[in-house]
């Protein structure tokens, strides 16, 4: 089996307090809650692609138009990785001492750790290089991460304490449907309200496709959208689940009936789409509320090394998603499954977990498993692994299941020619063979100690 240590190293990172960037769509260019500092660390959890020529991470000082503070570009192509800065248009003198530390097909986890003096760059753990900054081009000016090439990313991760208020965030390449926003944070004492704005852009007065407004005083919650400084006819829903001082969890979905709100959990009534949700580009968080963390989930369009990806033009033709499920739940499979198809299922192991499984089924119930992927907790820690053909349970194939109790976690297992391939947070955990037909598995099912964000099927 292949390393975990690039999954060890990204578990607590994915759950602790920040900005958090899931699946983000490419090419990508989005923006840190507040400009860099000393100190804030960069985490970039991703794999290469099997056959790669280049990817290039970029800090830079705005959306567009914009100095490169710092360019680092693995080139496959060239055995190297060469860094170097744009001022004004103008190219410095490339950096290009060192190993190549990436191996197409591999997953990999950067770590850019920004000083007074320099850029230092982590590799799967391990210290890679340090670039110092350049004439002209002060840290604190850096604003924005950009990426391309031949990668897929995973996760985007920036700890912090705490996240300013307001706080204006940049949805890789405008809302998609599947886009999750999840916000934790405490109601200040004695707050009259905030809001969350999926909206055309950062400013004031862009139009707004999702305003979602809890208004304590009136223990409402008041959503609505604004087209060309116009409001429309509010949607007030009566009696909040939360109050003043309590913390809060709040979920919005961009479904394709509309956006769906949860609070703490609670499913609230959705919000049809009135305008093109897709135009939606920027997030907006302001008001009385105080943030500990952001994430922005994006339905994964870049799948790993061992699938072909998903053109995002044709992705709701080739896909199917289940978003906040709750277990047990059994999801139909696009027709057609076999190589090169497969699951990804993310979501949160409970804190006291038994077990839970996801299964790859040939009918909806009752019927044959084709792999039963079972991580177990209680009593023994282990991943197990098998199959049921006509009512009979095969021989079980056990592995270590590197999956920690109450930690966020991503599951995909994909269809090969000669078995499943099982990854969990980007490494392969383990390989299972072909023992009934793959082209018979119509559904997957999960259920047991895990709360589901996503189900999707490729």
Not at 47 to 55: I, K
Not at 332 to 351: E, I, M, R, T, W
Not at 431 to 442: A, E, K, M, S, Y
Request: hydrophobic fraction near 40%.
């Amino acid at each position: 089996m292949a390393d975990v240590k690039v999954a060890a190293l990204v578990a607590s990172i994915k759950s602790a307090p920040g900005l958090h960037y899931k699946n983000p769509r490419f090419p990508l260019n989005v923006k840190l809650p507040e400009n860099l500092e000393c100190g804030t660390k960069i985490y970039i959890h991703g794999c290469v692609a099997a056959e790669a020529s280049r990817f290039a991470i970029n800090l830079k000082n705005a959306e567009t138009d914009a100095n490169n503070f710092f360019h680092f570009n693995p080139r496959f192509d060239e055995g190297c990785v060469v860094r170097n800065s744009r001022l004004d248009e103008a190219w410095g003198d490339e950096e290009r001492e060192g190993d190549m530390p990436f191996t197409p097909g591999q997953p990999f986890l950067i770590t850019i750790i920004p000083t007074v003096a320099c850029y230092e760059v982590e590799v799967n753990g391990s210290p890679f290089i340090t670039y110092n900054h350049r004439e002209g081009m002060t840290l604190c000016d850096v604003t924005h991460i950009a990426m391309w090439g031949d990668v897929t990313i995973y996760g985007i991760h920036v700890p912090r304490k705490s996240l300013p208020i307001p706080l204006s965030l940049r949805i890789p390449k405008n809302t998609f449907y599947g886009d999750m926003l999840i916000l934790t944070g405490t109601v200040a004492g004695g707050a009259d309200r905030f809001h969350v704005n999926f909206q055309c852009g950062p400013a004031e007065d862009a139009d707004i496709m999702y305003h979602f407004n809890p208004r304590f005083p009136e223990n409402q919650l008041v959503c609505n959208n604004r087209c060309a400084d116009s409001w429309g006819d509010e949607q007030s829903i009566d009696g909040l689940p939360v109050a003043p001082g309590d913390r809060i969890v709040v979920c919005i979905v961009a479904a394709k009936e509309g956006f769906i709100p949860f609070i703490n959990g609670n499913p609230l009534p959705t919000f049809p789409h009135r305008l093109d949700v897709c135009a939606a580009c920027s997030i907006v968080i302001d008001g009385d509320i105080s943030l500990e963390s952001v994430t922005i989930d994006c339905p994964p369009v870049r799948l790993p090394a061992q699938v072909p990806d998903i053109d995002i033009d044709s992705f709701d033709d080739k896909t199917v998603q289940a978003l906040r499920a709750t277990t047990p739940v059994t999801m139909a499979l696009p027709g057609g499954f076999g190589p090169g198809k497969g699951v990804h299922v993310s979501g949160k192991v409970h804190d006291s977990p038994s077990r839970f499984e996801i299964n790859l089924q040939c009918g909806e119930t009752d019927s044959d498993i084709a792999i039963h992927f079972n991580p177990r907790f209680d009593p023994v820690h282990e991943l197990v692994m098998n199959s049921r053909d006509g009512g009979n349970w095969g021989e079980e194939l056990r592995e270590a299941n590197p999956i920690a109790p109450g930690s966020e976690v991503d599951v995909y297992i994909l269809c090969q020619d000669d078995g499943y391939v099982c990854l969990i947070d980007g490494d392969v955990v383990a390989n299972f063979p072909h023992r009934l037909d793959c082209g018979q598995v119509t559904h997957v099912s999960v259920d047991g100690s895990i709360t589901v964000h996503r189900m999707l099927g490729v």
